[in-house]
Structures are given as structure tokens and as C-alpha cells.
């Protein structure tokens, strides 16, 4: 039996030359020149006769309902190269019958052990202490020097705790934490597992020493960390944001922070990005990185293996468990 032809994919985001090679092996890959403009790269190709049967592409390019109605008549599917999907519009996509697919699960423990990162670099202020010695402003050691919190014997809130949150609440309970979180409803085998259920958002944070945001964006959890959320919080409290920037309300964060009514703030993730707000940067109780979370080689490869793997399931009329809808 004839092996099936490869699907013909236009990736419209540029990736590691390990996973590019990946896509290439797999697939008929087209990858774009034009980074700035990948859609319009798309629609010319199309009107010189190109044909694709998949858009691959990441958290770089929007696929909203215009974004979807102009790609060219033929594409069968939506690859995004990323677990969140908030990019995407569904019914634009359903009322074109396209296929989506996303990369959950492989990237679950670079995420989990870039909120371990931060949330020690926010307990033990990393912003103040690279910049004092970065800029030659270290005198040496003395005892009330940069003097910061120890994690062991306090209780982490997670809020959302699904399977990133699982895996950050494994490795914190190595470093003697406690942990409490708040899900729409109890997980199944929390307390078993020592996992303490708070019914509100309220109450997790009125409970916690570091509070951990790791659930979805939706529009219930849209800037629900704000200030009216973290006038529950304990003067000690910091905040550790690993899911997604819109989540935290950034007045009612900076408020508590420059105000200094939460002790500080590790942030991966920000509201506009890449455009930060320019009050964090005046702040040195916030320690920011560049949305780095999946930023290991073993997450980037296996996002491109279970896309591949999607893929080529869904082209041989088997299910794939990566399929978002």
C-alpha cells in the first residue's frame, strides 16, 4: 500500500533549526520569509497557486475570525505551537470546518520549574541583588544585607491547579511547603495528597505566603488578581504569574506592591506583551523575565513532536489527542 502523500503545511512562525528539520521530514513544509507578515506571505503564495492543507504557527500571529476568513480556500487545519489557544478564535474556525490543534502536556515541567525560578527569586530578591551587583555596588556582605523570606514551612496557593500546577506543587512540597489551591471544584485525590481546598479566590489568598497563577484565561479569571483580591493577602505575600499576563489587574498589582502591602513579585507572563508597564520597571520588589516558561530545548522539541504526531494522526482518520477542537 502507497505510503499517504505528506500534508502541505505553511509554518508561519520561525522555530529552532531542530524542530524546522522536524517539520521538514514530516511534512511538505513552506516556512515564511517574512516574519512581520506571515498571513500576507500566506495569501500571495495562495494566489500564485500555492495550496496548504495546515497553518502552523504560535502565539506571534492571531488567528481571529478576520485572520481565519482570509486564509486560502483549501487549509483543513490550525496548528498553533502552544498549549494556550487564546489566539485563536474556535467558532471562526468551526464555521470553516478547520481542524485545531495545540501542544499540551510536553511543556508541563519547564513551565513547572520556571514558577520553582521565580518564586525563589522573588523570595530571595533577586531583581535588588543583581543590579547591586551588577553595577559594582557591592561593598560585601553584612548581616541585614538584602534579607529575604525562606519557602520552607510556608504554603504555596495555586490557583488553577491543573497539571502544571500538579508539577509545581510536587517540587515545592520538596522544599517543604505546604500547599493550598482553588479549582471551580475540588481535584478528586487533593486532600490524599495533602492538597489543601480553598473555596474562593479569597480564601486562597487570605491563606497563602506565595500565591502561584497558573490557570487559564478565560473571561471569568481576566483581571481577577487585582487589588480588591490582594487586600486579602498577608503582608508577606508574593505573587508568582507562570500562565497569562491578562490574569493580573497591573494597577491593583503595583498599588500593592509599591504601597508595599504584598512583600513582591516574580512575573513570566504580562498583559500586553511585549509591551510591559513601565511602573513594574521602578519597582525593585518584581523580579520579570521574557515569558521564558517553555524556554528549554526539551519543551521546543517535543512541542514540534506532538504536533507532528497530531498531525499525522489526524490525517490517517485517527483520533489525536492533542486536538482542540
Known sequence: MPAAPKLSVFVATRFLEEVESAFSQAFEATFTTEEDEPLAELARLAGEGA???????SLNVRMGAAEIAGLPEGTRALATYSVGTDHIDFEAAAARGLAVFNTPGVLADSVAEDAIFLMLAAARRATESIDLIRERRWKGWTPK???????????????????IGERIATRARALGMRIAYHNRRPVPDGEARGFVYRETPEALVADSDVLMIVCPSTPETRGSVDGALLSHARPDLLVVNVARGDIVDDDGLIEALASGRIR??????????????????ALPN???????GSSTIEARLGMGRILIDGLTAWQAGEPAPNRAA
Do not use: C, K, N
Open 286 to 292: 518584581v523580579f520579570m523575565v521574557p515569558h521564558i
Open 264 to 281: 513582591g513579585a516574580a512575573l513570566d507572563v504580562f498583559a500586553r506583551e511585549p509591551d510591559v508597564d513601565e511602573r513594574y520597571f
Open 145 to 163: 544585607q538584602l534579607v529575604g523570606v525562606q519557602l520552607s514551612g510556608r504554603t504555596l496557593g495555586i490557583l488553577g491547579l491543573g497539571d
Open 51 to 57: 495550496r496548504f492543507d495546515v497553518v502552523l504557527f
